[in-house]
Structure formats: structure tokens, C-alpha cells
């Protein structure tokens, strides 16, 4: 009998645990840092909103086809054939306008595109429309 109510005992602490752990979606590709309040007026500093990915990977990967968008899709950015986002590597995308380097992509937006009142969130979604990782502030 005592064997019998420790071994359920331990079968729910062990189903607790699991049903309160954190799923995180996706993978070890994710959003790390924002800013999507640019100080001042958003539409007269562009570059100063920007998501922030992070490869945390054991290996590089392909970002090509891959999506940021917007809490109600208004604005998606899709990442051109060919990114690599190396092991331990970031990408910063900033909603204007800019030369594209292997760090940082520009989005090349004329106007605002995170909210600044909530709930504003960033998706990141592979190519095929898998959920990599989703933000907020």
C-alpha cells in the first residue's frame, strides 16, 4: 500500500512538473530582444524598431523563406534565399531602410510597423509556416 501511494505520489509531482514547464514554440532559433517603441515619433525614426533573433542551435541554419509578422499580420518581412544564421549568431531586422548586411536586414518600411500599445507580438515562422519563436516587450 505505501509503495503504491509513493509511486503516485511521484506520478503526479512528475505530471505537475510537466504540465507547468514552459513550451517554448519551435526551436533554438528565437527572438532574444526588441524595441518596439523607437523613441520619439516611430515614423520618424524607423530604424529605431527592431526584432532581434538568435541562433541557438549546435548548427547553422537556413533562414530562407522564413517570416517575421506583426500580432495581426499587417506587415511581414520574409527573410531572401540564401540567409544563414551561423551557431551563437543574431540578426537584427529594423523596419527602415539600410544596406543589408549578414547581422542586420532592413525592411525597408516607410511608416511604423510594431504598436506601441499592447498586445503587440513578433512571430518568427519557418518557410513552411512552423512557429519558431513569438515576442512581446
Not at 513550451?23 to 528565437?30: H, L, Q, S
Not at 542586420?104 to 513578433?122: I, L, M, T
Request: with cysteine.
Amino acid at each position: 500500500m505505501r509503495r503504491l501511494m509513493i509511486a503516485s505520489l511521484s506520478l503526479a509531482l512528475l505530471l505537475s512538473a510537466f504540465a507547468m514547464s514552459p513550451v517554448a514554440a519551435g526551436g533554438c532559433v528565437k527572438f532574444v530582444a526588441s524595441q518596439f517603441d523607437a523613441p520619439g515619433n516611430d515614423n520618424l525614426n524607423l530604424n529605431a524598431e527592431w526584432v532581434r533573433i538568435k541562433n541557438l542551435c549546435a548548427t547553422g541554419k537556413s533562414l530562407s523563406g522564413w517570416r517575421i509578422h506583426d500580432y495581426n499580420r499587417n506587415h511581414t518581412y520574409t527573410f531572401q534565399s540564401g540567409v544563414r544564421l551561423g551557431v551563437g549568431k543574431t540578426i537584427t531586422l529594423f523596419t527602415g531602410h539600410g544596406t543589408d548586411a549578414s547581422n542586420k536586414k532592413y525592411w525597408d518600411k516607410s511608416g511604423a510597423v510594431w504598436n506601441n500599445d499592447p498586445p503587440e507580438y513578433a512571430y518568427l515562422k519557418k518557410a513552411d509556416g512552423t512557429l519558431m519563436s513569438r515576442w512581446t516587450e
